[in-house]
């Protein structure tokens, strides 16, 4: 069963004609709808890794990318495969490429791993799943301090592009949830809470974002895993707000 899975993957190599691509394509996603599907890839790092890499195939306008993010979101849901996925070392590259893709929508250029406003929010919704467990997040904490120096300048440039797309057609509302999810550790609230770069207070309004239950309850999961900050209150004092999402 593995060999013809092996053999099935093959098809989806940048060599592969685009319409045995996106019929190979077809079927993996089918297969990893269910859990005995699933089960078929856990360990199959190259089969991973092919999935991965065909989210920025540019071919067959969106079609291709979308289907390939929408199986590894589905392997991603299992905890043993979104281990695999981990290990291929991808939050670095999905962390630029929502970064990068994001700002070609202000900038009105394309480049190369620009991606579309469906594909940023995928992106997202991926790094929400990767991060789930402490070890997705403490690989997305040390992608955050060491890419960018200190990794606040990483981390301020995932606040803005939450900020700035708030209303966008990609509206990285699951950044949300990735934020609540990494900052269950503590080094994540510190990196949070750095008053220098003042990135709560650009946060808190969207405790009340009435267009998505996701932004808002991502925020609020945020809000109140910093109140376990010893220490650190006062960068969260004399906010009204905070009392609605404590009770929430």
Do not use: W
Not at 98 to 110: F, G, K, L
Not at 216 to 226: A, C, D, E, W
């Amino acid at each position: 069963e593995i060999s013809m899975v092996d053999e099935m993957f093959q098809f989806l190599r940048p060599c592969a004609r685009l319409d045995v691509k996106a019929r190979a394509l077809d079927i993996v996603l089918g297969l990893t709808g269910s859990e005995d599907g699933r089960a078929v890839l856990r360990g199959n790092r190259e089969a991973l890794r092919l999935l991965f890499d065909l989210t920025r195939d540019e071919s067959s306008a969106t079609t291709i990318a979308r289907d390939a993010y929408s199986a590894l979101l589905n392997c991603a849901a299992s905890d043993d495969l979104a281990e695999d996925i981990l290990s291929l070392d991808v939050l670095s590259e999905l962390v630029s490429l929502v970064a990068a893709a994001t700002a070609v929508e202000h900038d009105s250029q394309r480049s190369p791993l620009a991606l579309t406003g469906a594909h940023v929010d995928k992106a997202c919704m991926l790094l929400s799943n990767l991060t789930r467990s402490e070890a997705g997040s403490k690989e997305l904490v040390r992608v955050l301090t060491t890419s960018g120096g200190d990794g606040t300048v990483s981390l301020d440039k995932l606040v803005d592009v939450f900020d700035k797309n708030a209303s966008q057609s990609s509206s990285v509302h699951y950044l949300a949830t990735v934020f609540s999810n990494v900052t269950q550790l503590s080094s994540a609230r510190k990196l949070f809470l750095d008053h220098s770069k003042r990135i709560v207070p650009r946060l808190l309004p969207y405790v009340s974002f009435e267009a998505s239950l996701v932004r808002r309850g991502g925020i609020v999961g945020l809000i109140r895993n910093l109140c376990f900050e010893i220490g650190e209150y006062k960068v969260l004092s004399g906010v009204k707000v905070i009392k609605v999402t404590l009770i929430s």
